[in-house]
């Protein structure tokens, strides 16, 4: 799925760089189709579209040779998957920002741009966020897990306790995934729901039923036994 995704957006780049010329512009180049006739006049269009055309062929083409070859050289997938989001977004930031040397930027020039800079640090922060490592700790009758998605679970309230592989997952109800990266909560095949803290490096799962919900989550392969034994006693 996430290689299929890369061959779309790059053909969606590289088609923008394709189709825009001077006499379609007005109609789909966003910021020019708004501005009056007269200042359309002093635009340097000419150059802008050079420059436009050049940057999206160069984006989707790069973006297509160094997706495939991520895929193919590095064998964890959050690898592909952070590039495939991030390389795009942060390349069409900087086209538009390069873009302001083409015309005089007024307040909202710089609003968008803001806010797009915003936006793309707001998706860093959440990837980083979201990928975290989950810590568990017991401390007294209670189990605690780290993170946004921190849970805290009494261990007289827990009515089994197995290490299984992980059960078959159709949907996410809330929370974050990215490859075999969850957190929050997800739907199971059996019709049930799980909260899901788990950080995808490991093949079996501590998965803990308490009366109203399923609580499902990994460890470092080291310390998982140990932290089993404990919630055991």
Not at 7 to 33: P, T, W
Not at 35 to 54: G, I, M, Q
Not at 111 to 133: D, R, V
Not at 158 to 175: D, F, N, R, S
Request: hydrophobic share 50%; glycine share 8%; charged share 20%.
């Amino acid at each position: 799925m996430e290689i299929n995704m890369l061959y779309l957006l790059s053909f969606i780049l590289i088609l923008i760089g394709l189709i825009i010329n001077k006499e379609n512009a007005k109609y789909l180049l966003s910021g020019y189709n708004m501005l009056p006739e007269k200042e359309r006049n002093h635009f340097d269009l000419v150059n802008f579209l050079k420059f436009f055309k050049r940057s999206f062929l160069l984006l989707g083409v790069s973006y297509l040779i160094i997706g495939l070859l991520i895929s193919a050289c590095v064998k964890n997938p959050l690898i592909f998957i952070i590039y495939s989001v991030l390389f795009p977004l942060i390349g069409v930031f900087f086209i538009i920002y390069k873009s302001i040397g083409y015309y005089k930027p007024n307040k909202w020039s710089w609003a968008i741009l803001t806010f797009g800079l915003m936006i793309i640090i707001a998706i860093m922060a959440g990837i980083g966020i979201g990928l975290a490592e989950v810590n568990v700790t017991i401390k007294g009758n209670k189990i605690y897990t780290s993170g946004p998605y921190a849970i805290a679970i009494d261990r007289n309230q827990i009515k089994a306790i197995t290490i299984e592989k992980m059960p078959t997952i159709v949907g996410k109800i809330e929370g974050f995934e990215m490859g075999k990266v969850r957190k929050g909560i997800f739907k199971l095949s059996d019709g049930g729901n799980a909260t899901i803290l788990s950080n995808g490096k490991d093949s079996c799962f501590i998965i803990l039923t308490i009366e109203r919900n399923t609580y499902i989550l990994d460890y470092r392969a080291n310390l998982k036994n140990k932290l089993f034994e404990k919630i055991e006693r």
